[in-house]
């Protein structure tokens, strides 16, 4: 297709050589190119619309790169990927090799800093804005923190410093809740350029010079000036911090953006800058269903309807979604609790059917945790929804509220391993090292889906806390029985018997374990429980077999096999002993086929790391039949 201005910029310096006047122009191209790119690679597209001229205005009117833009969480990041040198790089799009979904350090310079996780922008842009103070740069930063990632406290952390250090920073926030919609228009807008002129700042500091030698004079004319701001702006809490507030204004009127953001440049000072845009903006099917339009597979945009292929067996997260519901029909007492991934989770059933024992705390990993330690405190019976790379956010909680107190926490731990075209911000690389190491944790794995089903039922009968973490997408596709029975805590099970060699399988690693057993006549065992671990099973693998092999996703380094190698040691156990699992290394994104197998986690890799080792210590007999 062809978009006229667009084609023609291939980096931020010919945006800011065009007239104001095909800005408007340039966004419209910009988006249908959007739309055009991401219904076929597949991505995030309903946030990415909506920041379609925000995006524009800000690199019209700053020098980016030298100006630092620092883009909170990233999913909306494609229109400043696109417009800084990378529009011909979008068909790659989430693809191994390709460009990242999230700004990335090492793949551009006008990506100040990388992201992934929610609510870390302001504290980065801080840190910015002050080197740059101390080294005497006259270079700008900007924060945009989209409305839910206030929900983290983190981001109020860096809003209060900021505000106490009074550095020059400007802080964007993007509000597509259209909570406050009503004040965006023509007087706020007005409003919003007259705040930010320089008339009215000069005004305002020499009025603060001269009424501070009169202290009650002073406290009069400050509440006098918050309470003419408050009546059309909510701004008073971005005040009290210590920063300026500037807005709402209309995120998708670029005249007044671009207004607004020249005179903030000139600004000394934390700034607060508040717009108002709609997620999905210019395309209809996003704009009705922004949620269903966040992160989507490849698509025809010409019918805006979403190629989403129901699969044959459940997915884990559709297995745990059942679970939650069948399990809080028979138990009043289960309270589910998530930190703003209801749909990721997948907790929209539940959430319909039991409102009043279902609590979205934003996003806020910290506070869920301390909560569901609350809630079992006076004998409730939370469950935890989370993906795992998020539980990293609340580590402590886990720790000090949780495990030390040995509370009936049930952790659902979604997005285990290696996730996909994410990317290493999302990856769950690292729970089973990080769980097996607190003392009163329960740590299960299962190897397919019904397993999943019972040891979520097994872990909410336990009277301490216990964590099933699951892989993203499905299974290898065993039929879920609706009956749930409690699995015997640390009990491996025994899948296979072969010789000389015995394979340890945790969790998603069974199947190929199972597919490499079979091709060496090994014996395989899905071990199921990392903590604690079936150890009598270990010791009787030792003593009949002359090779051990763990599998895990999961980090090599503390996992699962390293639990394996200190029961071994700690017996004195002379026994090879080989552990495979993720390398150390962030694997960068491509789709879950391709990651394992360049972690060497599939059936063949693992087939050939046996045969390596017996090559190595020249060993032969092994039957090989492939």
């Known amino acids: ?26 966004a419209d191209d910009l988006r ?15 946030a990415n619309l909506g920041v379609v001229e925000l995006t524009v205005a800000l690199h019209y009117v700053y020098d980016t790169p030298a100006d630092r833009l620092v883009w909170d969480v990233g999913h909306q990041s494609y229109p400043h990927k696109i417009l800084t040198g990378r529009r011909d790089d979008m068909p790659s799009l989430r693809q191994k090799d390709g460009l990242a979904g999230f700004p990335k350090r090492s793949e551009s310079p ?38 839910g990632a206030l929900t983290a406290g983190m981001a109020f952390e860096a ?64 509440r006098a000036e918050e309470h003419v701001k408050g009546m059309v702006i909510p701004g008073t809490l971005f005040e009290e911090l210590g920063f300026n507030y500037i807005g709402p204004i209309d995120g998708h009127d670029l005249p007044t953006l671009v207004k607004t953001l020249r005179n903030l440049r000139g600004l000394k000072g934390p700034q ?32 805006g309807t979403l190629n989403a292929s129901k699969a044959a067996s459940p997915t884990y ?37 039991f409102p009043q024992r279902y609590f979205d705390v934003g996003i806020a990993e910290q506070h869920a945790v301390t909560f569901a330690a609350g809630l079992a405190c006076e004998g409730e019976k939370p469950v935890v929804a989370i993906y795992s790379t998020f539980l ?96 015997p805590i640390g009990k491996a099970d025994l899948l296979r018997d072969g010789r000389r060699v015995a394979i340890l399988a945790f969790g998603s690693m069974v199947q190929p374990a199972l597919q490499a057993g079979d091709t060496l006549d090994t014996t395989v065992v899905n071990m199921r429980f990392v903590k604690p671990l079936d150890e009598a099973l270990i010791l009787r693998m030792a003593e009949t077999h002359d090779l051990i092999v763990t599998v895990e996703e999961n980090a090599v380094m503390g996992g699962a096999g390293s639990a394996v190698g200190e029961c071994l040691a700690a017996r004195g156990l002379d026994v090879a002993l080989i552990q495979l699992g993720l390398p150390d290394v962030f694997l960068d994104h491509g789709s879950r086929p391709e990651l394992l197998k360049e972690a060497g986690l599939t059936a063949d890799a693992i087939a050939a790391r046996i045969k390596a080792h017996y090559a190595r210590e020249a060993c032969h007999g092994l039957s090989v039949q492939l």
């Open 110 to 147: 006008y990506d100040a800093f990388g992201v992934g996780h929610s609510s870390t922008s302001v504290s980065a842009a801080l840190g910015m804005a002050l080197a740059a103070e101390r080294q005497g740069e006259d270079r700008k930063v900007v924060a945009v923190i989209g409305d």
């Open 159 to 222: 809003l209060n410093h900021a505000g106490d250090l009074h550095t020059d920073l400007l802080v964007i926030l993007n509000d597509n809740d259209m909570s406050i919609s009503p004040n965006v228009g023509g007087l706020s807008n007005h409003l919003a350029r007259i705040l930010s002129g320089k008339l009215y700042v000069s005004l305002r500091e020499h009025g603060k010079k001269a009424l501070k030698n009169m202290p009650p004079v002073w406290e009069l004319a400050r």
């Open 317 to 353: 997260t559709e297995v745990f979604g059942d679970w939650i519901c069948d399990m809080a029909a028979q138990d009043p007492r289960l309270m589910a609790i998530t930190p703003a991934m209801r749909e990721g989770s997948g907790l929209v059933a539940y959430s319909e059917r």
């Open 392 to 487: 990293q956010r609340a580590y402590d909680q886990l720790i000090h509220d949780v495990a030390i107190q040995n509370l009936p926490v049930l952790f659902a731990i979604d997005r285990a391993g290696v996730v996909g075209p994410d990317g290493p911000t999302h990856a769950g690389s690292f729970d089973l090292s990080y769980l097996r190491c607190l003392p009163n944790m329960v740590v299960m794995a299962p190897a397919d889906e019904n397993e999943c089903r019972q040891m979520l039922y097994t872990g909410f009968l336990l009277n301490q806390p216990a964590a099933v973490r699951y892989p993203r997408g499905g299974g290898p596709g065993v039929p879920v029985q609706k009956a749930m029975t409690a699995l």
């Open 1 to 26: 297709m062809h978009y006229p201005l667009l084609d023609a910029i291939h980096n931020p310096e010919q945006v800011r050589a065009l007239p104001e006047a095909q800005l408007a122009p340039l």
């Open 272 to 303: 607060f800058l508040h717009v108002v845009t709609k997620k999905g903006k210019g395309y209809q099917p996003a704009e009705d269903n922004p949620c269903g339009y966040h992160g989507v597979g490849a698509f025809d945009p010409r019918i």
């Open 32 to 46: 249908r190119f959007l739309i055009d790119s991401v219904g076929r690679t597949g991505g995030h597209l309903a």
